[in-house]
């Protein structure tokens, strides 16, 4: 079964250093997509980075990257200079070929920055 | 481009009574989904669309139904509604089902749905 784990149900970081969120992920399917998704106190979902399992390069959007480990089966979110509006839970979230093509996502990350 | 789009933004219902979510995307997307939040459960997936005129139901479908009525808008019917359907329901849609970074899903706002 498809599965994605999320570890750290509450995170701090210092305003302006660099913060990590742990995600691993069970499959056997050898294609799949990796996603991270913000959701701040307002409530709505927003896509952040995404990541192909046959992407050889780690992905970067900006402040966010994607510290792939293929062979761990993690998919870590680094945070750079994180700013006060990072503040919000972080979903990871796992799309595969197998069954409806539905994502699945892991409970969430509580990240709050410190001024 | 609004994106997605959903009505109402909030709702409480009283047990036995019904009501349908309103979902519609700019994006010419094929795909959309509907999926239910609740505490410490992530996101549940309800019903999906993989395209117009095709419906099929996610891992927790039991109470609602879905109509994909032209390849904009996803409605999601609640028919009888529970106390145990109170949650937070979001809509949202791909360009399609497949794997790749252009087949991302995006959300609409989110309906608070109440259910006493």
């Known amino acids: 079964a498809q599965k994605i784990t999320q570890t750290q149900p509450g995170m701090f970081v210092q305003e302006k250093e660099a913060v990590t969120l742990d995600c691993t992920y069970d499959?056997?399917?050898?294609?799949?997509?990796l996603f991270w998704y913000k959701q701040p106190s307002s409530g709505e979902m927003i896509f952040l980075i995404y990541q192909g399992s046959y992407d050889e390069q780690n992905a970067t959007e900006g402040r966010y990257s994607l510290n792939f480990q293929k062979a761990r089966k993690s998919a870590n979110l680094v945070i750079s200079a994180s700013q006060l509006g990072d503040s919000a839970m972080y979903f990871c979230a796992m799309r595969f070929s197998g069954g409806y093509q539905k994502v699945t996502f892991g409970i969430g990350t509580k990240l709050q920055v410190i001024p | 481009n609004a994106g997605v789009t959903q009505t109402p933004k909030f709702q409480v219902l009283k047990t036995g009574q019904s009501m349908t979510l309103q979902c519609a995307q700019d994006m010419n997307h094929n795909s959309m989904y509907w999926y239910r939040q609740d505490p410490g459960m992530g996101l549940r997936l309800i019903y999906y669309?993989?395209?117009?005129?095709?419906?099929d139901k996610g891992e927790v479908p039991n109470g609602y139904n879905v109509s994909r009525l032209n390849k904009r808008e996803f409605s999601l019917r609640l028919e009888s509604a529970a106390p145990s359907q109170t949650s937070v329901y979001f809509c949202?849609?791909?360009?399609?089902?497949?794997?790749?970074?252009?087949?991302?899903?995006?959300f609409g706002p989110g309906t608070r749905l109440t259910v006493l």
């Open positions: 669309s993989a395209s117009e005129g095709t419906t």
């Open positions: 949202a849609s791909s360009r399609t089902t497949g794997m790749g970074g252009t087949d991302t899903q995006y």
């Open positions: 499959t056997s399917d050898q294609s799949y997509g």
